[in-house]
C-alpha cells in the first residue's frame, strides 16, 4: 500500500478536532453527536445530521425544497454565481442552504427550518428566504410551532441587494406566527451572522445558543479593522450572547432535545376557552381546575391573623432561610424553564423569568431572587433588579399574553436597585414601563409577596387581579431605614418607622393591597419550606382557579377599578389609625 492510500483509507476512519487537535476515531465521535470528546468542541453539523439528531427517528417529512433558482443581479466574481450554486449543489447535496420539514421532538409535532453552513456560508438568498417563509407560513396553517435553526454568514452578497429583502420577507413571516399566538424559537449554532443574525434568529420569542457558537451582527474581522482595538476574550461566544441578554439559553448539544421539550409543551397545550361571566364559579371547589386539585388555605379576615409588631416583621420577612422565588419554584410548581435577558444588553440575576406548569396548566412565572449565603445574595445583587430585570420581565410577560399563559409573580425585594447604572439605563422608566404594561395584560395575573414587598422595585410586578401575601411577608412604599432616615433624620427610628408604615399582613388586608394571606408554617415559612411550598401552591389554585374561566376585558376591567379604588375618597382605605 503506497503512503496516500494509506493516508485516504486512515481519514475515513479517523479526523483530527478543529479545536483540541485531537485524533479522534470518526465513529465515536458520530455517536457523541459531533462533539469532540476530549475537549467538548461542538462541530459543525450539516443540515440533515442536525435533523437527525434533532427530532424523533422516522418523523421528519420534508417540505418541497424545489424553487427555481435566481440569479437576480448576474453576479460575476472569480465565477459566475450559477457556477457557485452548481458546485455548492454537488459539495452538499443539498438544493439551497437549508432544508424544511415538519417534524416530532418528544412526540411534540413542529416545523423545523435548519440551515447548512457548507452552502455558500448558510447565506440567505432569495431561494432560501422562500423555503424559510414557507416553512413559517405552514407553521402557521397547522397552528405548529417553529423551531429555525440557524447557520450562516449573513445576507447572499451575489444576489445584491434582493438577499437584504429576505431579511423583512421572513420577519414578516415571523411577526405573523407571534401574532397568531404561536411559539418561534430559534437554535443559534456556529456560526451566526450578519443579516440572519440581524432578523429571524433574534426576532423570535425564544432564542437559545448551542454551546460553543458565536453570533453577532459584524464578524469580529471587521469589527477589528474599523475599531483597531483588540476585541476580549469569549467576544460574540455563546456565554457572552447570554450576559449581554441576548440569549435565553446556552445549550449543550446532547441536552437540546430535553431543553426544547418544556417550549414544545407549553406551545402545544390546550387552553381552555373562556366561560360567559354568568356561567362563572368563583371557588375553587365547585370547578375541576387544570392547576390540578385545590385545598382553600387563603385567610382574609384580618381577625384571624395574629397581629405581629412592625419591627419584628420586617425582620422576619427578611430572614434569608426564607425559600427563596427559585426554591418556590423547584417545590411548589410542577416544572419551570428560565428564560434570560432583555435582549437590549444584560441579563439581571435579581429577576427570574420563564414557563412554569402547575398540574396541567402551563404559566409565566416572574419573581425576585435573593439567595441563602453572602455568594448568592452577591450573584443575585441582593434581590434588587436593575431595568434589565424589569424589561426581561415584561418581555416574558408579554410571551405569556402571546401564548395565552396565566401570570404568577413572587415578590421578595428590598427595592430596585439603586446604582449609577441602573439610573443611566432607566430604572424608573423600566418600573414605569412594567406597571403600566400590567395594567393591560390580557391574561389573568396572580402576585404573592413572598418575603419583602419593597417599594416600585415590588409594585412593579405587583399590578395583579389578586394580591396575595405570605403571612410573615411585609409591603412597604419605603424601606423602614429609609423612612426614619428622611422623616425622623435618627437612624434609631428604624423600629418605630416600621410600626408607623404598617407594612405587616393583617395591616395590608385591612388596607385592601392584599386580597389575602397565605399561611406559614407555626414557625414560618424557613422552618418548613415543604409545607411553605404546598400551602403557596393551594393559595396560588385557589386565587388563579377562578381567573381562568373569565374573559380577558373582564380581567382587565376589574384589575383597573381594583387598583382604582386606592384613589382618596373611593371608600375602601381606612382612616389612619395612630402608630403602635
Ligand atoms: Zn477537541
Redesign the pocket.
Known amino acids: 500500500m503506497t503512503a496516500t492510500t494509506t493516508e485516504a483509507v486512515a481519514e475515513q476512519f479517523w479526523t483530527r ?6 485524533l ?1 476515531y470518526l465513529k465515536r465521535l458520530r455517536r457523541n453527536l459531533d462533539v ?6 461542538h462541530q459543525r453539523l450539516a443540515a440533515p445530521d442536525r435533523i437527525r439528531q434533532l427530532v424523533d427517528p422516522g418523523t421528519f417529512a420534508a417540505l418541497p425544497g424545489e424553487v427555481a433558482p435566481v440569479d437576480p443581479v448576474e453576479f460575476v466574481d472569480s465565477v459566475s454565481y450559477p457556477q457557485r450554486l452548481v458546485a455548492a449543489r454537488s459539495d452538499t447535496n443539498l438544493a439551497e442552504a437549508v432544508l424544511c420539514g415538519e417534524a416530532r421532538i418528544d412526540g411534540y409535532p413542529l416545523v423545523l427550518a435548519v440551515m447548512d453552513f457548507r452552502f455558500l456560508g448558510g447565506s440567505l438568498g432569495a431561494v432560501v428566504g422562500e423555503l424559510i417563509t414557507r416553512a413559517a407560513e405552514r407553521a402557521l396553517d397547522r397552528r405548529l410551532p417553529l423551531l429555525l435553526v440557524t447557520a450562516s454568514g449573513g445576507a447572499r452578497m451575489q444576489e445584491g441587494v434582493l438577499s437584504l429583502m429576505q431579511m423583512a420577507t421572513v420577519s414578516q413571516a415571523i411577526a405573523a406566527l407571534r401574532e397568531a399566538g404561536l411559539l418561534t424559537i430559534s437554535l443559534i449554532t456556529d456560526p451566526t451572522y450578519g443579516g440572519v443574525a440581524a432578523s429571524f434568529a433574534t426576532n423570535t420569542d425564544v432564542v437559545v445558543v448551542e454551546s460553543g457558537a458565536r453570533m453577532g451582527f459584524a464578524g469580529p474581522r471587521v469589527i477589528h479593522q474599523t475599531i483597531r482595538q483588540p476585541l476580549p476574550e469569549g467576544f460574540q461566544t455563546a456565554d457572552f450572547l447570554l450576559r449581554h441578554g441576548q440569549a435565553d439559553m446556552v445549550v449543550e448539544r446532547w441536552s437540546l432535545r430535553g431543553r426544547l421539550r418544556p417550549l414544545l409543551a407549553t406551545a402545544s397545550a390546550v387552553r381552555p376557552a373562556p366561560v360567559p361571566e354568568d356561567d362563572r364559579g368563583t371557588d375553587v371547589d365547585d370547578a375541576v381546575s387544570p392547576l390540578g386539585p385545590g385545598r382553600a388555605v387563603l385567610i382574609r379576615d384580618p381577625g384571624q391573623l395574629a397581629e405581629p409588631d412592625g419591627w419584628r416583621a420586617v425582620q422576619a420577612a427578611r430572614n434569608l432561610d426564607r425559600p427563596t422565588t427559585l426554591d418556590y419554584l423547584a417545590t411548589a410548581f410542577d416544572s419551570f424553564t428560565e428564560l434570560h435577558g432583555d435582549r437590549l444588553a444584560a441579563d439581571c440575576p435579581a429577576i427570574v423569568a420563564g414557563l412554569a406548569r402547575l398540574g396541567g396548566q402551563p404559566l409565566v412565572v416572574v419573581g425576585h431572587q435573593k439567595g441563602h449565603h453572602t455568594k448568592d445574595l452577591l450573584a443575585r445583587n441582593f434581590g434588587m433588579p436593575t431595568p434589565a430585570g424589569y424589561r426581561k420581565a415584561q418581555r416574558v410577560m408579554r410571551l405569556a399574553v402571546q401564548l395565552g399563559l396565566p401570570i404568577v409573580t413572587l415578590i421578595d425585594t428590598p427595592g430596585a436597585y439603586p446604582g449609577i447604572d441602573a439610573e443611566k439605563h432607566g430604572q424608573a422608566a423600566a418600573i414605569a414601563d412594567s406597571i403600566l404594561a400590567m395594567t393591560g395584560l390580557p391574561v389573568p395575573i396572580v402576585a404573592v409577596v413572598t418575603g419583602e414587598g419593597g417599594s416600585g422595585g415590588a409594585l412593579a410586578l405587583g399590578v395583579a387581579d389578586r394580591v396575595l401575601m405570605l403571612q410573615n411577608a411585609v409591603y412597604s412604599v419605603i424601606s423602614p431605614e429609609g423612612c426614619a432616615a428622611i422623616l425622623w433624620n435618627d437612624p434609631t427610628a428604624t423600629p418605630r418607622a416600621a410600626r408607623a408604615l404598617r407594612v405587616t399582613a393583617p395591616d395590608l388586608l385591612r388596607l385592601g393591597v392584599a386580597d389575602a394571606v397565605v399561611p406559614e408554617p407555626p414557625q414560618g415559612a424557613q422552618s418548613d419550606p415543604a409545607t411553605a411550598a404546598d400551602l403557596l401552591r393551594h393559595a396560588v389554585v385557589e386565587a388563579l382557579t377562578p381567573l381562568l374561566r373569565m374573559p380577558a376585558e373582564t380581567l382587565v376591567r376589574q384589575r383597573r377599578l381594583r387598583f382604582r379604588r386606592f384613589g382618596a375618597g373611593n371608600g375602601s382605605v381606612p382612616p389612619p389609625v395612630d402608630p403602635r
Open positions: 478536532c478543529r479545536s483540541c487537535s485531537s479522534l469532540c470528546p476530549e475537549c467538548g468542541d
